[in-house]
């Protein structure tokens, strides 16, 4: 009784419109998410551990702000409950990996505070995002997809429609 819709929107115009690679529609509790992926590049610090590393670029921060243009909160109808209305999120994956692997899934509000954070900086003083650095705060794709399902994240029922529209 459920219903997911998922639309791919790499190279095509609705990344070009809302900087997402991937759009969750979830048709029964009314929610939408859209994923940017990024990818993780393998690195090899000098102690000799093995970590997987994204340093975000020019082209993350356009995409950052066209998701921005389109993230306007309207409050929850009476009966509707999100833990975080965020419809926009990364997903950081392994370069030649399983996109359903050990992926890093985070809110862009979530990555713009990492950029902050001095655990998540480079030797040179610039962002990097981590297994490592980001010690496990970050979503897994198993519970990602769950909270999703159940409604618990993405929009609301009024923001939904809005954006089903644009979709559409």
């Given at each position: 009784?459920?219903?997911l819709e998922v639309f791919t929107a790499n190279r095509r115009p609705l990344e070009n419109v809302f900087g997402v690679d991937?759009?969750?529609l979830n048709v029964t509790r009314q929610n939408i998410v859209m994923v940017q992926y990024k990818m993780l590049e393998p690195h090899e610090s000098s102690d000799q551990d093995k970590d997987w590393v994204y340093r975000p670029d020019a082209k993350l921060d356009d995409e950052i702000g066209r998701m921005r243009k389109?993230?306007?909160?309207?409050p929850p109808g009476?009966?509707?409950y999100r833990l975080n209305p965020q419809v926009f999120y990364l997903k950081f994956v392994k370069r030649d990996g399983a996109l359903?692997?050990?992926g890093i899934v985070m809110p862009i509000d979530h990555f713009e505070r990492l950029q902050a954070d001095p655990s998540c900086k480079g030797p040179r003083g610039a962002v990097r995002v981590s297994f490592t650095s980001l010690t496990g705060r970050y979503l897994?794709?198993?519970p990602f997809l769950d909270l999703i399902r159940a409604g618990y994240i993405g929009t609301t029922t009024k923001?939904?429609?809005?954006?089903?529209e644009l979709v559409e």
């Open positions: 009784r459920e219903r991937l759009i969750y389109f993230s306007k909160e309207h009476q009966y509707e359903s692997n050990a897994r794709q198993g923001t939904t429609a809005h954006l089903k």
